[in-house]
């Protein structure tokens, strides 16, 4: 196979579209995408390097095996020891044991299938996983296994087969992903089968399916407008964006209209792809993804906050470095071994002793994490550390009141179902509609329902702000979920709609529509519905508030979200009433820094995790703001 440096170049601009994206640099909105571009560099080098192969007649498993464990493996063991020496420094008990599982399934070649497994709306603290990166890894190394084993049992029959076979697979996997992505949204994105098609269309062009592009003006209309894809996925994507599913067509197609383009000759693009920087940046950009994630995931650990600009830019620079001499000190050396002195020019690259020396890396690597695990994160290591259960989260009412995001909206079981507190004939009633940070008042709510002169009704989902007509990407029963809510409240004669949300997580997301959320308040206010919105509560880096406190030997933390987080909610709900729920626990927050939150007092913590109040953080708040809630109905009086 001929070397074509603008492929290094192309890697070149997915590493720098993951890494901006991680680094949080809001331009760079769909970054992410450069996940796919990889993907499909991944199925042309290798259907690529199994062609030559098997048309030469010297294709052979062990081979291939042997090459992709050198080219993967060696780099990627290193960081991931590195990490764990990182986490069993710095990480808690609980934190350390979910780490600990982590690094047993990406060891395993299987951590995709795990973050599938484990995902669930309360799991939200994923951006502080150190190995979350390694799904895509998962997804390759699986490809890796299944392919070439297809090829082997097609090997009779020739290329024509081969390419039909592959078109084939990679129409289903599509539909597959275009079926998954908005009912199983997880599935759709960590899984192999919804992304093998990604691979497979690198795979078709290595083996001819389309023939090449000969005619300059051809080439360089075809090359520009893969650049355009990816440019235009990079700034429009977003993390609301349905993906993969048809979005991914833009990247994909893409990265696949570029490199088809530089196979039957030089084109503009890849003038620019081929520069001397960027080939560079291309070949240290395995290294670069594998690295780049666990270091900022440890960075933004140690300051308990995102990172500044500044220090972001420092970071960067950090990650670069690291990479460069992973890239030249591992990668490079394990890619062409040395002859070993006295076994024999080829001992080095010996099936069996590659496989032998690969096992005993796996078992050391995938023992260490079964360890951490089966220790419960190892304890021991932290005197008098004596974790609490923190109450809250069982009064919630999940799968009944609260749904979670399988749960059709038929699941909720109604007024009497969901009612918080006694019955108050002749009184009006209220609905607590929104997502878990809705429900995070019902403990308070629970309390307090004695004084206050309305009944309460419990109506939330996961993962779903209180907006008619939204579709929430991940939450496929979200906007069935809402439209409910004219037909409950007509049914049942509620006058008080009190709305609530973890608004900054959608507006990061750009999955909060301001049209649509005042268009919502402004439709019920028309009826004559009394609405309190509930603002943004705190929202902290730790998962376990225990742990920042014994571990920071602070009773405070910098919430990562400000009142900034605030205003263009009371914008869109003008004519409600808008609460301030930050205030009672939080400084006032001059829009510049984050504010600096209380987390705890003599009788116990607010919140039971990163941001959801404990029952004693919910009772506390909703007598704060007990006033505003019992304010006069306008059409019951006092």
Not at 15 to 24: G, M, Q, T
Not at 27 to 56: E, K
Request: aromatic share 12%; net charge neutral.
């Amino acid at each position: 196979m001929t070397y074509r440096p603008d492929i290094d170049g192309l890697r070149a601009v997915s590493i720098l579209s993951v890494l901006l994206f991680h680094a949080k640099f809001s331009l760079f909105s769909g970054g992410y995408i450069g996940v796919d571009v990889f993907f499909v560099i991944s199925g042309y080098l290798i259907g690529s390097i199994v062609l030559n192969d098997a048309q030469r007649g010297t294709f052979s498993l062990a081979d291939f095996y042997v090459r992709r464990i050198r080219r993967i493996l060696p780099a990627l063991f290193a960081a991931l020891a590195v990490t764990a020496v990182l986490a069993l420094i710095l990480l808690s008990p609980q934190e350390l044991k979910s780490f600990s599982q982590n690094l047993a399934a990406t060891t395993l070649f299987s951590s995709n299938i795990l973050y599938y497994l484990k995902s669930s709306y309360f799991e939200n603290a994923a951006e502080m996983n150190p190995l979350l990166h390694t799904w895509s890894l998962g997804v390759e190394q699986q490809f890796y296994i299944v392919f070439p084993l297809a090829l082997l049992a097609l090997l009779p029959y020739g290329r024509s087969v081969w390419i039909a076979v592959l078109a084939a697979a990679a129409a289903s996997s599509f539909a597959l992903s275009v079926f998954l992505v908005r009912d199983h949204p997880v599935a759709a994105f960590y899984l192999l089968p919804p992304r093998l098609w990604e691979l497979v269309l690198g795979a078709l062009l290595a083996f001819g399916a389309i023939p090449d592009i000969r005619g300059r003006a051809a080439r360089e209309l075809a090359s520009a407008l893969g650049a355009v894809l990816i440019i235009a996925s990079v700034f429009a994507l977003t993390e609301a964006t349905a993906f993969p599913g048809y979005a991914a067509l833009l990247p994909c197609l893409g990265a696949a209209l570029v490199i088809h383009a530089g196979r039957g000759g030089p084109t503009a693009v890849g003038t620019v792809l081929t520069l001397r920087p960027v080939v560079f940046i291309g070949l240290i950009s395995y290294s670069m993804y594998i690295w780049h994630w666990p270091l900022m995931v440890f960075a933004r650990f140690y300051k308990g906050r995102d990172l500044s600009t500044g220090e972001t830019l420092v970071l960067i620079a950090i990650i670069a470095a690291v990479s460069v001499l992973s890239w030249r000190l591992i990668e490079v050396p394990f890619r062409k071994p040395r002859a070993e002195p006295g076994t024999g020019a080829g001992a080095g690259r010996r099936p069996s002793t590659v496989f032998a020396r690969t096992g005993w890396a796996m078992a050391g690597l995938a023992g260490v994490g079964l360890i951490g695990h089966l220790s419960n994160g190892l304890p021991q290591r932290f005197t008098d550390y004596a974790p609490q259960d923190i109450s809250g989260r069982e009064l919630y009412k999940e799968y009944t009141c609260f749904l979670e995001t399988d749960q059709p909206p038929e699941a909720w079981p109604g007024m009497e179902g969901c009612r918080i507190g006694p019955l108050k004939a002749d009184a009006p009633t209220a609905l607590l509609w929104g997502d878990s940070f809705a429900a995070h008042y019902v403990p308070g709510l629970l309390n307090a329902a004695d004084a206050l002169p309305f009944n309460i009704v419990q109506y939330t989902a996961s993962g779903c702000p209180p907006i008619k007509d939204l579709s929430v990407n991940a939450r496929p029963n979200c906007q069935e979920f809402n439209s409910r809510v004219d037909e409950i409240i007509d049914r049942n004669g509620i006058r008080i709609v009190i709305m609530a949300a973890r608004w900054e997580w959608y507006m990061d997301t750009n999955a909060l529509d301001l049209r649509r959320l005042h268009a919502t308040v402004e439709a019920l206010l028309n009826r004559g519905i009394r609405i309190v919105v509930l603002g943004q509560s705190p929202v902290f880096r730790f998962r376990n508030p225990y742990d920042h406190t014994y571990f920071m030997k602070s009773e405070r933390a910098y919430s990562i979200t400000g009142q900034a987080a605030d205003q263009p909610v009371i914008t869109a709900t003008r004519g409600a009433q808008f609460v301030d729920t930050s205030d009672y626990f939080c400084d006032p927050d001059p829009g510049k820094a984050l504010p600096l939150c209380r987390i705890r007092d003599d009788q116990g913590f607010y919140f039971l995790d990163q941001g959801h109040f404990s029952t004693h953080g919910s009772i506390l708040i909703v007598q704060s703001i007990q006033n505003t809630l019992s304010a006069p109905d306008p059409f019951y009086g006092e």
